[in-house]
């Protein structure tokens, strides 16, 4: 069920309809963390959905929001596996997605942490 909010977060958004594109996926991330991501491919679909979340916080004019968001999804990859966090972004490590998003948050005022992102290991 989380994937198909996913899913159907990624058609809002494609629309031009943000606000539901944000529903759609506090709807995923609500299931996924009900599910305790223990496994490396739960915290893989909700680190994605978390990204996607921060890309839509930042559209809407929300950047501190959103770096606490991408710190939550860069957060749930470690220790994960480069070739498992490549398998879903067809080819891309998405903890190399998030951190180029997390770059941004160095100007942002109020955004939680230190201001550097992390490398990906």
């Not at 070739?83 to 998405?94: N, V, Y």
């Amino acid at each position: 069920m989380a994937f198909i909010h996913r899913q159907l977060a990624g058609v809002w958004s494609e629309a031009g309809r943000p606000a539901e594109a944000e529903r759609q996926l506090a709807a995923a991330v609500e299931i996924y963390e009900e599910l305790k991501p223990g496994d490396a491919n739960l915290r893989l679909q909700l680190a994605d959905a978390l990204m996607v979340r921060g890309d839509l916080e930042r559209s809407a004019g929300r950047p501190a929001q959103a770096c606490a968001t991408l710190q939550r999804a860069h957060a749930l990859l470690d220790g994960v596996p480069e070739a498992e966090r490549r398998s879903r972004q067809a080819g891309q490590d998405l903890l190399v997605m998030i951190e180029r998003r997390s770059a941004l948050c160095a100007a942002v005022p109020g955004a939680a942490g230190d201001g550097e992102p992390r490398r990906a290991r």
